[in-house]
């Protein structure tokens, strides 16, 4: 089945780092992009960053640079998106989505369920 | 950053009815503009791709059209299952914006 499994919600105190994983299946998962967005409680979509599998290149929202570190492990296709620093703007939903090219138009077709990330003293 | 801007932010309709949403970007686009829609707890699920293509699996009472900096999406009879939030969003540059979305409602 294709699909990306994201750990589960975390609970973070102000100035720590949150890390979530997007574990991929059914796929290549070297062959696509993942892409990192977030989503704070009834709001839109934020695009924070993609990671290329292949060879670990990345690039970030000039937003969150400095802030944010995507990075990957080939041998369990899995990707991670850690954020430092945290404050209580960045409580949100975070999701990682497959970056694919249909007919040359770049698209998010496979998305994972979501992590719920809380920032809370 | 590309700016995009949804219309309206929300509307009420029945099963049945035709409904329309814009999206205008702050600059052209091409036909690089994609359509999600998002039920309450889920992820968003891709619809149309490339302004006007529908994404495999996508019903098609759903179409797209529009290209440069204007766009719709447009339901043609609306089920009970499309009563959700949609989203436009670019692929043209980085970074990539949404729409901050148009809530679609049972009236």
């Known amino acids: 089945q294709v699909q990306l499994v994201q750990s589960g919600a975390e609970v973070k105190t102000p100035g720590a780092s949150a890390k979530v994983s997007c574990k991929a299946s059914g796929y290549s998962f070297n062959v696509y992009y993942i892409h990192w967005m977030r989503q704070a409680p009834g709001q839109g979509l934020e695009w924070m960053g993609w990671i290329v599998p292949n060879n670990g290149g990345t690039k970030y929202a000039q937003k969150f640079e400095g802030r944010v570190t995507m990075t990957r492990d080939t041998s369990i296709n899995t990707a991670y998106m850690e954020l430092s620093r945290l404050s209580a703007d960045d409580a949100a939903v975070y999701y990682c989505?497959?970056?694919?090219?249909?007919?040359?138009?770049?698209?998010?077709?496979?998305w994972g369920q979501g992590t719920a990330v809380t920032v809370s003293s | 950053d590309i700016q995009m801007t949804q219309s309206p932010s929300s509307l009420s309709a029945s099963v049945g009815d035709r409904v329309t949403i814009t999206c205008r970007a702050s600059q052209s686009v091409t036909s690089k503009l994609n359509w999600y829609q998002q039920k309450p707890g889920k992820a968003p699920n891709l619809l149309i791709y490339g302004a006007s293509s529908l994404q495999r699996g996508v019903p098609t009472r759903f179409s797209g059209s529009g290209s440069g900096t204007f766009f719709t999406l447009t339901i043609t009879s609306l089920q009970s299952e499309d009563f959700a939030t949609y989203y436009c969003q670019q692929s043209f540059s980085l970074p990539r914006t949404f729409g901050q979305g148009t809530k679609v409602e049972m009236k």
């Open positions: 989505a497959r970056g694919i090219l249909l007919s040359g138009f770049g698209a998010f077709d496979l």
